[in-house]
């Protein structure tokens, strides 16, 4: 009776859908991080023979695992025993080392030993978002997709800031650093700034400046003002105004002026002429698009705000740009470009006469990594 029941049990088991078995191991190796050799990366990368990019990280070659899966290794720059590969390898590995959203680039292993420091990710059939939004040589992304990876990016933002069991800050959010897969899905990669904290932590203790000028929030150079994860939500709002308008929010070719979109976009939203300029500012919009573009700058303008305590949550952001709550009007996000006095109110929140001072104090510095006003 008893030999009868196991055999019944293991008939079961082998009745089991092959391909709902194949979905269950794929997850459990997801779980997985596998550490390589230095001689098997050589041998995934074909020693290293196509080059898919670089930055001042290191190089990132493109390979593939025995088993056709292809993969993109990044070599990190300098010595394996350096200070800053060795921050820069921990960073990566233990942050998106312990996430798993499909709006994050996957890691799949890495590689430290004498002589390489790598890692060793899903490879991105499509690059970066940078090339589509800044460069006349690849195809434009229709504007409806665009939004679909505006929103991917924010959900991604917003698992690793509330959903993460320890939060994970990023620190350099921008084009170049949101990748897009075969059917031009968002990922959030290069987490080599990146730290962990926990949720009750109020702020978090950095030394130095950390980064992409033009994108990092201006808290980082205002000394006695507290770094928090909303300065991720800055750099996605400045994002935001990249992606609804398809260029760079700086226009340096004008000589001694400086045209800078975030600014231009608060002015005419001020004077109610924000519609106007996205329809001079976006060639080929559809009609029916432009009042989603018009929310998508009205959401940036609110992530950009200079007191990170009026910055919206990410999971707030996502359901603002998919028009799932009500957006109310944004104070001036700006108020240091006009030298605005003390006291006044930013979304409910008084600003400290020693805030507004820091600004002016920095406001120089400021201008010298951020395009502003000369």
């Not at 050589?42 to 990280?57: A, V």
């Not at 992409?212 to 991720?232: Q, R």
Request: glycine share 6%.
């Amino acid at each position: 009776m008893e030999n009868s029941t196991i055999k019944d049990s293991q008939a079961k088991v082998w009745e089991l859908d092959p391909a709902t078995i194949e979905r269950f191991l794929d997850d459990m190796a997801k779980e997985i991080i596998t550490r390589f050799t230095s001689q098997e990366l050589q041998d995934f990368t074909n020693n290293y023979t196509i080059r898919l990019g670089s930055g001042g990280f290191g190089v990132v070659y493109q390979g593939q695992f025995p088993s056709g899966i292809k993969i993109a290794v990044k070599v990190l720059n300098g010595n394996p025993n350096s200070k800053k590969v060795e921050d820069q390898f921990m960073a990566e590995v233990g942050t998106i080392g312990k996430t798993y959203h499909k709006n994050l680039v996957r890691l799949y292993g890495y590689c430290f030993d004498q002589q390489t420091s790598a890692l060793v990710y899903e490879y991105m059939e499509n690059s970066s978002l940078d090339k589509f939004l800044f460069s006349n040589e690849t195809p434009q992304i229709e504007w409806e997709k665009l939004q679909e990876i505006a929103i991917g990016t924010a959900k991604a933002l917003a698992y690793l800031h509330e959903e993460c069991q320890q939060r994970i800050i990023h620190y350099d959010i921008k084009p170049g650093n949101i990748l897009l897969d075969k059917n031009s899905s968002p990922k959030v990669a290069d987490f080599g700034l990146a730290k962990l904290c926990n949720r009750d932590n109020t702020h978090v203790s950095l030394s130095g400046y950390r980064g992409t000028p033009g994108y990092s929030a201006p808290e980082f150079l205002m000394h006695n003002y507290p770094i928090t994860h909303k300065c991720d939500v800055y750099s996605f709002g400045m994002l935001l105004f990249e992606i609804a308008r398809r260029q760079r929010n700086t226009n340096a070719n004008l000589g001694d002026s400086v045209d800078w979109f975030p600014k231009k976009a608060w002015e005419e939203y001020e004077k109610g002429g924000l519609k106007d300029l996205i329809t001079a500012e976006i060639n080929q919009l559809k009609e029916e698009d432009k009042e989603k573009v018009e929310r998508m700058v009205i959401v940036a303008l609110w992530c950009v705000q200079d007191s990170p305590n009026s910055r919206p949550m990410m999971s707030t952001v996502v359901k603002m740009l998919e028009g799932e709550v009500e957006i109310l009007s944004p104070p001036n996000p700006f108020r240091y470009l006009y030298g605005l006095g003390t006291g006044h109110v930013a979304g409910g929140k008084t600003v400290s006469s020693s805030y507004m001072t820091t600004i002016r104090t920095n406001s120089s510095r400021y201008e010298n990594t951020t395009p502003l006003m000369r």
